[in-house]
């Protein structure tokens, strides 16, 4: 997965201490990346009315078309639009993205439908583009011929000078935006775009996303996709990873909405530690839920600094993203007829938090195992579990996840 980086602007006419020289600038700016995010805009939903009506007319093979031909059909319907190929691969990469996504989504119900096509073209048809304007370009490994690049970097300002080219005219434009709130993520931009500037082919597909905009002002950010070999240089604490032969333990991870349980197994299934990290006064009904995400990030990364201080070699087992995020989706087709404490403990349910597990594993050099989920929190095995052990459910859960996980490992030892 890409990381991306945030760098905030905001750009206005009406501002004291400003030259008269400076406010036109300023109004060109604003004017001409609104402008741009607009044709995008309508590029973008041309190319998904295009798709649209192609799927009804020659139906099943329009379904699954692969990237490349995806590119090649609808590039000419977005290029009439943008004129500019790098602006253009990316309204198609935008369409393409969608259709994916509804495709991943509807696997569990397009079998039960009379008419497949029908469907997928009904819930194309009904998806809400809202009132968004940005910029997504392809990029290009050449520093040149970037569509949006970094040409300076102010440190005593803690500003960077972004240049872009600017449609219809294709001229480009500059402007000021500020570094991230991270120092550690303003150095990675700044590697970056030194290995840019010294001629290393990297390709940045860098965007431009409007937050609020009128004439009188924008505010935004441009986002930076940072490569996994700067992002890991930064972030890793631990740069010698735990092989999978070296293994000796396994760590599964229970997480629900407001705790995360986790049990350390040993080969022989037995249980060496466990506990709970909680976190439930940040997911209460009507408490702001912010720093959460930030919290449980600093408690797995005292969780494993504490195990690998005490010389335990383990491997993580954590449920799959992918099946986890189907089961959420079946759940909120019945979610209405349970209570609201039902429903709210559902919606509070982050998958990601997975995702954050992962990485932090990283971070230590530890490697992660994904198991199925299914049968791990009710089934026969879970009930014998939690009577054999003296477990509750989620424990008895972050057991089965280890133990699922110590089986595939010695499946692939």
């Known amino acids: 997965m890409t990381k991306t980086i945030n760098l905030p602007f905001f750009i206005a006419t009406k501002k004291k201490y400003v030259t008269e020289e400076e406010l036109k600038y300023r109004e060109k700016v604003i004017y001409s990346i609104i402008k741009t995010c607009k044709l995008f805009r309508e590029a973008v939903l041309k190319v998904h009315e295009k798709y649209c009506d192609d799927i009804l007319e020659h139906g099943y093979e329009y379904l699954k078309l692969p990237w490349s031909k995806f590119n090649t059909t609808y590039y000419d319907v977005a290029k009439k639009i943008l004129n500019y190929s790098y602006y253009t691969h990316g309204s198609c990469k935008i369409d393409y993205m969608i259709k994916e996504s509804l495709l991943a989504i509807s696997s569990y119900f397009i079998e039960e439908c009379e008419d497949p096509i029908e469907w997928v073209v009904t819930k194309l048809q009904e998806i809400d583009f809202k009132n968004w304007l940005m910029i997504y370009t392809k990029g290009d490994n050449r520093f040149k011929s970037q569509p949006i690049r970094i040409l300076e970097f102010d440190f005593d300002k803690k500003m960077c000078l972004i240049d872009f080219i600017a449609l219809p005219e294709k001229k480009r434009i500059q402007f000021w935006v500020k570094f991230p709130k991270s120092r550690r993520f303003t150095y990675m931009v700044y590697e970056l775009y030194q290995r840019l500037w010294n001629g290393e082919k990297i390709n940045v597909d860098a965007r431009i996303y409007l937050n609020e905009w009128c004439k009188e002002f924008i505010k935004g950010v441009v986002q930076i996709p940072i490569p996994d070999d700067i992002w890991w240089k930064y972030t890793i604490r631990r740069k010698v990873m735990i092989d999978f032969n070296e293994v000796e333990y396994v760590l599964g991870f229970d997480v629900n909405f407001d705790r995360i349980n986790w049990v350390l197994i040993d080969f022989n299934e037995n249980i060496v530690d466990m506990d709970t990290i909680w976190f439930e006064w940040l997911t ?88 199925n989920p299914k049968g791990t929190t009710h089934s026969e095995e879970h009930e014998e579990v939690m009577k054999r052990l003296g477990l509750d459910r989620h424990m008895a859960s972050a057991y089965l996840i280890a133990k699922r996980g110590l089986e595939k490992l010695k499946q692939n030892i």
Do not use: C, P, W
């Open 284 to 371: 209460t009904q009507g408490a702001k839920a912010k720093g959460k995400r930030g919290f449980i990030i600093q408690e797995l990364h005292k969780l494993f600094e504490y195990l690998l201080q005490n010389n335990y070699k383990f491997v993580i087992a954590v449920e799959d993203v992918e099946k986890l995020k189907f089961l959420k989706m079946n759940v909120f087709n019945t979610v209405l007829k349970g209570s609201t404490r039902y429903r709210f403990k559902v919606i509070s349910f982050r998958v990601k938090t997975i995702e954050d597990i992962k990485q932090t594993a990283l971070q230590h050099g530890l490697k992660t195992i994904s198991i």
